[in-house]
């Protein structure tokens, strides 16, 4: 849901498509464990089990208003946590600037949220590790510039 302020603030070309991919840790499976979500079962395994058609998509599409919303999640070898990327396009014009500010805006507001923005370091992006166990949430973003008139697409936000 971190793609929701950048939405309303109108920063992102919404005729492109939004592309998430969520890795989750055991916990993520639900109360009751099945061969495909129980702990024992995961360890060692890195499995896509949902490409597409997650049951999350249409709550993804309906609180950010959008249709062209894709999702993968993929279970991973940790027990708690999750680590979703969002990639999606920004306007054209749109600069790195206005989306920390945006992004600093809206969770400075939020006593759980951690705005990650660090040039290097082994934490310089958001780690489920030192999030397990707490409230916290961190997020970063990525904005990839690209050249107009080229074969590219328009700013890239990872």
């Not at 009751?32 to 993804?60: D, K, L, M, Q």
């Not at 894709?70 to 920004?90: C, K, N, W, Y």
């Amino acid at each position: 849901m971190a793609l929701l302020p950048l939405v309303r603030a109108g920063l992102l070309d919404l005729s492109r498509p939004i592309i998430l991919d969520v890795k989750v840790g055991s916990s993520e499976g639900g109360a009751s464990p099945n061969s495909g979500s129980h702990h024992p079962e995961r360890a060692g395994v890195i499995r896509t089990y949902a490409p597409s058609g997650h049951r999350h998509t249409a709550e993804i599409i309906q609180e950010l208003g959008l249709e062209n919303v894709h999702l993968t999640i993929t279970s991973v070898d940790t027990i708690r946590g999750a680590l979703a990327a969002a990639h999606t396009f920004a306007r054209a014009g749109v600069t790195d600037k206005d989306l920390w500010r945006v992004y600093r805006s809206w969770a400075n507001a939020e006593p759980f949220i951690r705005v990650v923005k660090d040039k290097s370091g082994v934490y310089r992006v958001p780690d489920p590790k030192i999030l397990a166990g707490t409230n916290y949430v961190e997020l970063a973003l990525s904005l990839i510039p690209r050249q107009a008139g080229s074969w590219r697409w328009p700013p890239l936000i990872t």
